[in-house]
Every structure is written in C-alpha cells, then in structure tokens.
C-alpha cells in the first residue's frame, strides 16, 4: 500500500478551508465540517490527499454529534478497512465541558456502534491531562506503561482515562518513540499535554512512529511567515505512522510493509 497523509483538524474559532470536500464513497462530495460545533470552537475537519481520494475509499461515516467525526478509509482491493475518529472535547472552565462524561460516552456509543473495521484511530484536542495515570489494568492489558513528560492531571484527564479504559484504547503519546515526544500546547499559561492520538490495543504493534512537531517548526520548515502574520498556533502537531494489515502484527513482522503517515493538529483561532 503507497505512503499516504492524513490531516485532522480540531480548532477554535472559524474553521480554516471549511468546504473541504471529501468523497461519500458514491462519487459524489460532501462537506466534511460537522454540521454544529460548540460555541467558540470550530469543530472537527479531516482533509486528505488528493490521490488518496482517488485510489482509495473514502467515506465520512458519522458527523452528527457536536465535536466529533467519523472518516473510514477502505482498500478496494484487499479490503482493508480503517477508522479515523477526530473530536474536540471543551475545557472545564466552558460551560460545554460541564459535561465532559457525556462527550465521552458518546464517543464510547459511536466506537461500539463502529466496531467492525480492522483499525481504529480516535484523535484530537481532549484537553485532558492525564500525568502519571495510566491508560492500561495492570496485569489484564499486555501494553507498557507510557512516558510522562506532563505530570499534571485534571477533572478531563480522569474522564478520558476511564473512556481510553472502557474502549480498549491505548496513548501512543509517549508510548511510540518516546524520545520525540513533547507537549502538545505551549502557550503564556504554559506547557502541557492535551491532544492525543489513541488506538485500539490490537493495532499498537502496527504504529512504527510517532513524534509532536512543534506549530513554530513547522511554520520554519514550511516557510510561512507570512500566513501567520500574528502568531502560529499554541497547539503542535502530532505525527504517526504505522503498517496497515487487517492482521495482528509483531514488532518483529514488518518487513516489505508500507507505512502510513498522519498527522493530527489544532488550527490557529485565525483573524480575518
């Protein structure tokens, strides 16, 4: 299976590109913005590469719950199936991340109702920090323990811990290559780790590489100066690969493979 990129978007204020089109697997196109989003936020965008678009099945599954969406991608040839969850849960200090239970819930219904695909990914702005809690029973779950490098914890944090708990669900923050791990939002108020990329505990052999990008980097690399005429964004850039099969890998099984490359940011609150 070729390289590929996929872009999540989770951000605040407008959304950047909202008619982004992606295709409904009829060959016709559809917006990928959720309908509604909460009040100060711009909801979940996925944007994917044009032959990706062409050569593979690419269907938005589920975009009526506020803050999430559902994009599968299917190979049409071996079949294989992958489902790309993007969500952005409000900080406790909004009144819509009172409920953050219910978000979570949610997010538990949809994967139990979406449970037939061979990989799953749910990733996104959580603003959750989880310090040294651990996403993972101790001698039940067969996964290792991941690094902290954010050791404060929140109300969020506790109700993601228990969602990651209740889905089967592993942090490949910290738990894929660790050394290029590093906080996901740098701001005035300060460091801390708040987006994740998560996937089920069967498909953790699967993921080769992961690394946080910082916005600054890639603003540097891109040479987008002039695009971020105020600042870039506090939220960096989270970048993974892994190896797609529709059976169980070992750490020791991926010769002659193709990785797969993503990526999962937060936009900037961009002026007008």
């Not at 799953?120 to 490098?149: A, K, P, Q, W």
């Not at 228990?162 to 939002?185: H, R, S, V």
Request: hydrophobic share 35%; charged share 20%; net charge negative.
């Amino acid at each position: 299976m070729p390289v590929w990129y996929l872009f999540v978007k989770v951000g605040r204020g407008r959304i950047i590109h909202q008619q982004c089109k992606a295709t409904n697997g009829s060959g016709t196109e559809e917006n990928t913005a959720t309908k509604k989003s909460y009040r100060g936020s711009g909801g979940v965008g996925f944007f994917v590469r044009d032959d990706i678009m062409h050569k593979y099945k690419v269907e938005i599954v589920d975009k009526e719950t506020d803050g999430i969406m559902l994009m599968s991608l299917t190979d049409p040839i071996s079949d294989l199936s992958i489902l790309f969850l993007g969500t952005y849960v409000p900080p406790e200090n909004l009144v819509y991340g009172h409920h953050v239970e219910v978000i979570f819930d949610n997010l538990t219904n949809l994967l139990y109702l979406h449970n037939s695909y061979d990989m799953t990914f749910v990733m996104g702005d959580f603003n959750s920090r989880i310090g040294e809690l651990e996403d993972y029973v101790e001698e039940v779950d067969m996964i290792d323990t991941h690094c902290c490098i954010d050791e404060e914890t929140n109300n969020h944090g506790y109700a993601f811990i228990d969602f990651l708990l209740e889905g089967k669900l592993a942090i490949l923050n910290g738990q894929i290559c660790p050394l290029e791990d590093n906080f996901t939002c740098i701001s005035i108020k300060g460091k801390s780790i708040v987006d994740y990329v998560t996937t089920a505990h069967e498909n953790l052999a699967n993921v080769t590489k992961f690394s946080v990008m910082l916005a600054s980097k890639l603003v540097e690399q891109l040479n987008l100066q002039g695009l971020c005429e105020h600042r870039a964004s506090d939220h960096s850039l989270l970048l993974f690969e892994f190896i797609c099969s529709n059976e169980l890998m070992t750490r020791d099984s991926f010769a002659g493979e193709y990785p797969v490359h993503c990526s999962s940011g937060r936009s900037k609150p961009w002026d007008d």
